[in-house]
């Protein structure tokens, strides 16, 4: 089993070759339909599997074809990695989506939202003055 040092720094490399397998490497349309970053790499222990967790841009359209793109090029990723990452043996690749991004954005203007329906006039006067001197 390899120390948690050498995993993190194998997650790293695969997060950084896979990315740019995805700007230039996969031919297939489907996964320039919408725009794809890698988020993060979880490497197992014993750096036989990689969950790598990609964030999708666009409709639900174009998320589920750059799914179904990413699903059918897993053997491609995989034979690339296993070309360009030294190790004994190439981990088996996962695509996950990570929707955490969307998930932070609707949060953000939810409050937004909040802040905008709130008048200073709602507020008790102590929370005025800290708001004026925070502006």
Do not use: C, W
């Not at 699903?71 to 360009?84: H, Y």
């Not at 954005?105 to 909040?114: A, D, G, Q």
Request: aromatic share 2%; proline share 2%.
């Amino acid at each position: 089993m390899a120390t948690n040092r050498r995993v993190s720094r194998v997650a790293e490399l695969i997060k950084r070759e896979v990315s740019q397998l995805l700007l230039n490497g996969i031919k297939d349309d489907r996964v320039g339909s919408g725009m794809v970053s890698v988020t993060n790499v979880d490497v197992s222990g014993d750096l036989q599997h990689a969950k790598i967790y990609v964030s999708v841009y666009g409709t639900e359209e174009a998320k589920a074809q750059t799914m179904a793109g990413l699903k059918s090029a897993t053997g491609f990723v995989r034979s690339e990695l296993g070309a360009r990452v030294r190790l004994r043996r190439t981990p088996e690749v996962v695509f996950i989506e990570d929707t955490g991004i969307e998930r932070g954005s609707k949060v953000l203007s939810i409050l937004n939202r909040l802040e905008q329906e709130r008048s200073p006039k709602d507020m008790p006067e102590e929370s005025q003055e800290v708001g004026e001197i925070r502006e």
